[in-house]
């Protein structure tokens, strides 16, 4: 990393980011997602050494959507063994939208090609090990007071709602998962994507990300704590995944534009991993044609130029 | 039709039949269809002068299953405009299996291809005018008491549960189309899903499919009453999607080896209509790789040959 | 068939037809058949007591283009076991363009799900038996003779080069069919596409594809002559394969809206079969988006409505 | 990396390897390919302090079939501005297999995803700067004379010829990608295969990779020479491509189990990218299902675990 003034390089990219949020639209496939301020915009830095740097409009939060699916599939992992996860998600990248359903049927073994396309997140959430689906959620929300290092999480109801109600799509998902085998004949589809759909109104900020994303780039240690939050092959696997498929199918070009693991969604997040380095949360509402938030990205090419951080 | 001794043809079909019975096998993915006698196999002719000729190895019902998808449909024209109906299913043949969910996604529309496939069926049967869905299934019984020329009809309970508790792959077709608005945001899928597993139980035999198939060649007129019961362009319609859609992915072939307008279920039973001539109902439980029955397909195609009833 | 004057119906459908010439576009993936009059529209009958009835804007000819592909599918079975015919193309309709080569790798067997889209055509040509390339296109060009009724065929050599140069994609269908062993090995690919783009670019009058239609509509016996010209179960087979596949993915549409065995082609010409009763030649350059003269299509519904001629 | 005995390390590899050879089948669609020592075995580490290890059965070449599909890629983006090469050749990872048609067909664009699957490589040579085609190979040549530090190339004769007589599937892909305006009208389908199948069959020792591997591992200098043999930020780009797609339908899960950019052929030659270590050639020529040497993928898993080295 280039030694730099990084409170000027932050407003460098809230400034590049702020040229490209008319390009983009704010999700309306969740109603309720588009009542937000298309004008938000925000990065924080965290570093290995507890730095915080950050740049915003003003302070805001934003619902996860499929940031969430990190700890999904993080916990699946961490619940299974390492085959039985892989029987029942894929670690494949996708070229199809994230809310595809054709490669379920198409493909030979019926299972979801990566666990962060919806089908996978869902396959993920079924692998969580709870007494009831009610348990699913508090080890998610377990898991993420630690990575946010905060005492609540909260949920955008709202949201959460508003996801149900048209969430039809992840119902075919999940039906025809279930059909298929790759969710067992004992689920309740509707019970499971009721967890899904909670996890993703999970409430968070670009700090939040950035704190999480400051785990993933120690090896699954706090540095704040130093408490090993995620074990540290756990923690490779979940890196290796994202930078292959953490951007839907967006993540080929990516790898190449900004060069480091990252997750998006559709409510503006971005988190990415600078390994032994820091943690980057970056929000911003308009989306591009892939569901990504424009801004978002945008702020994360031009601070992996300057600080040439890119992976590759 | 050529003059030939009826009796003695309908028995050499059903000779012909049970020879290629072995090499088919009783349909599974529904566990109660598996519980039948794999060695009944019947054929029965109704002319439209209300002669009838048949020919079994013994008397006995099955399950209309996809046959039954023809008066989800027929009711779906004669409650809509054409246009409307049009505009929830096509009618183009499809080369997918008939569960598939491939093709309602890659498609611009999203609707399902035909009427035929089970996608097709489930948008037919929202399609049905009534106060609720109690009041579409008793429509569907309505108009089989007439086509079947019957004051009851009867439905396999045990086939309706296994249908109901193994559906998930029809439950995420209706899921699909209702997130892309195929279904009404309104429809309650498993109330909707609950009509149509209980019309695909409904008990016939093949004398009743062979009625069925009279109207059908009769203009849509009752050939023992006279009674319009399809209106005649309706009738017409039918027809025309049962030659071009009606064997499933097997259409196609069924043209070129019977040449007429039929409709299978995978309960083994087929309805097959020569125009202005009779109604040909055949039954055997054992499939092809298409779900077909494999001694029905085998009787209608050495009674087509022999009596030179092909429409092409 | 109504009693009718029928001089007054080709009228009525010359004039219905106009009206829509306006809806559809000329060819252009071919850049020389852009070069017509789109004007050009016109309507031939021709009974199997051997009377003629046309209406047209002009005397005009035109390419056969896909209509020819019915002449490619009876030398292949004329001159195969139709068993061996069967394994190099298939008789199921498609709901993909006519020239979509997805299907070719998606399913199983890799052979062309019909004779009627392109890469069935390409391989119907692979099985014309002739010492050489030359000699298949003279069986070709002598069983016209024979359907036309004609002395000599001509071709339109700037469409022939047009295709030539521009047939990129039906070179990369007969690279893959080669690839998967439907064509030979030995196969020289472009003295097969030479044949190929040849005989599409044929030309015809209403009245040829008129008489063609009306051997077709004879169980395959020239009602001028008597001569069988094709033999009857293959003229059988060949009227199957146009009702359920001759309007490319439009063939179930026109099933329900004209209901008989067609066959159409982008120059805009279309051969339409009335069972024992006469054949019909359609042309109007216009298509629709599938690839159909719109105008065509437009003269044939009225012409069946009136007559009541469907088949269903 | 861990501090570790490399010669025991490498010994270890090669007994790991060998152990799974037997699971693996050698390429057969190539005929010639198949003609080789089922039992070769070999891995070479260059570090980019000029050490070399290495452990095999025997001194082999082979020949280096997709590996040079980095080279083209490097060409492609060094003779033209970088918006140019991915408006005809994409960087997204495909789940489907290397020679796969469908996606040229479906998505909106026809270019092929990457520049790994053959359908982007022989974009990739079409965008090599030259005067004709012999101008094209003498590029390759040339680069890869600097890339593997020698003054001479040869190529495999056999293998050429076996490819050019079974391409096939790669004429209908350069076909179709022609149609699709993605190759130029004017480009010349045999004669750019003909270089394409001739930089398919460059012979390489594991040595030969190592140093490739090397050059890409040091941001695109020779450690040797300190000459910068491909641009810094083109041989990012390549990296970035090699993690997301260099293992072809596998790349997802490499990413996984050892976490660095590579590239693999049908060849059995795999080459592989330690940033600011070393570059790894290992190579052995039974295949997974894939298409990928399976002993040298388990050979790099042991190397990555042993030595903690993925960058995930």
């Not at 702020?18 to 990065?43: R, S, T």
């Not at 950035?210 to 995620?230: F, H, M, R, T």
């Not at 696997?237 to 693991?261: H, K």
Request: glycine fraction near 8%.
């Amino acid at each position: 990393m280039k030694k730099i003034d990084l409170e000027l390089l932050l407003e460098e990219c809230l400034s590049e980011g702020k040229k490209v949020i008319k390009d983009g639209n704010v999700a309306d496939y969740i109603p309720e997602l588009k009542n937000v301020n298309k004008e938000n915009i925000g990065i924080h830095l965290y570093t290995l050494d507890n730095e915080e740097y950050s740049a915003s409009n003003e302070e805001f939060t934003f619902s996860m959507q499929s940031v969430v699916k990190i700890v999904l599939f993080a916990l699946a992992l961490m619940d299974n063994e390492l085959d039985r996860v892989l029987s029942k998600v894929g670690v494949k990248p996708s070229a199809d939208p994230f809310n595809s359903i054709v490669k379920l049927e198409e493909t030979e073994d019926h299972k979801p090609l990566n666990p962060f396309i919806n089908a996978g997140a869902i396959a993920s959430t079924s692998l969580i090990a709870a007494d009831d689906y009610q348990g699913k959620f508090d080890r998610v929300i377990a898991l993420l007071e630690k990575l946010f290092d905060r005492e609540s999480i909260e949920i955008d109801e709202k949201v959460f709602i508003s996801e149900s109600t048209t969430g039809d799509t992840n119902r075919a998902l999940a039906y025809f998962m279930k059909s298929r085998g790759i969710l067992d004949k004992e689920e309740d589809v509707e019970e499971l994507l009721s967890i899904y759909f909670k996890s993703c109104s999970i409430l968070a900020s670009t700090r939040d990300l950035s704190k999480l994303g400051a785990v993933l780039a120690n090896k699954g240690k706090a540095p704040w704590s130093g408490e090993q939050i995620i074990p540290e092959r756990i923690n490779q696997i979940v890196c290796a995944v994202m930078t292959t498929c953490g951007l839907y199918d967006y993540s080929g070009e990516f790898a190449v534009i900004v060069g480091m693991p990252a997750k998006s969604g559709v409510g503006g997040g971005i988190v990415c991993v600078s390994h032994n380095n820091m943690g980057i949360g970056v929000s911003s509402p308009a989306l591009d044609s892939h569901g990504n938030s424009i801004a978002g990205i945008e702020m994360l090419r031009v601070l992996s130029n300057k600080l040439d951080i890119s992976i590759f």
